[in-house]
């Protein structure tokens, strides 16, 4: 690893840290979104605090704090391994953001433009499990919770090369939903 790509990494992880939801909050004028709804800073939770439009700039702010990374080590010759990397890390940015206490969003949004950018034919099997599991199943989390489970399984069959980038992605993404799990097996 040399010391541009080293940086990359923290660059990653520092664009992942600027949360959308709170800006997007800001500007207008709505409750911090860690305060209120799901207590949240995602852009489903803005969405039910603010309506579409919030929501819908929430989940582009969330796409471009995780593209513009990636696509920045991409472009200088790194490869598509080290962009997902610099994926990974924005992600864990937004999960656990230095600027804000390392409580932040639940990266489902960044999980899915990570894996757009890096395999787009895969990213359509992504979605559409997504929007399946939360057709069958009617709740967000269990959508999330699914497709991360089956990000290293698609992976290895389709990008067997970026198996571990792909399990490091989907595992800050589950840790992020202990709570749902714990949550969906006392349902049970």
């Known amino acids: 690893m040399d010391l541009f790509f080293g940086l990359s990494l923290i660059f990653g992880y520092l664009a992942g840290s600027i949360s959308s939801a709170i800006i997007v909050c800001k500007l207008f004028s709505l409750p911090d979104p860690r305060t209120l709804g799901s207590n949240n800073p995602g852009a489903t939770n803005v969405h039910r605090i603010g309506g579409k439009l919030a929501g819908f700039l929430t989940l582009v702010g969330d796409f471009l704090k995780t593209a ?22 924005t992600v864990i940015g937004h999960c656990f953001p230095i600027y804000f206490g390392f409580k932040g969003g639940k990266g489902v949004a960044s999980m899915i433009t ?10 359509i099997l992504i979605i ?21 489970l089956i990000i290293p399984f698609f992976g290895y069959h389709f990008k ?22 714990v949550d969906l097996l006392k349902d049970e």
């Open 68 to 89: 513009l990374p990636m696509v920045l080590v991409y472009k200088l010759d790194y490869g598509r391994e080290a962009s997902l990397w610099v994926g990974v890390m």
């Open 114 to 123: 990570v894996v757009a950018l890096v395999i787009s034919p895969f990213a």
């Open 128 to 148: 559409g499990s997504w929007l399946l599991t939360l057709y069958t199943f009617g709740r967000s989390s269990i959508a999330s919770i699914v497709t991360s």
């Open 160 to 181: 067997p090369e970026l198996f571990v980038p792909l399990c490091a992605l989907s595992v800050v993404v589950l840790i992020r939903h202990w709570s749902n799990v």
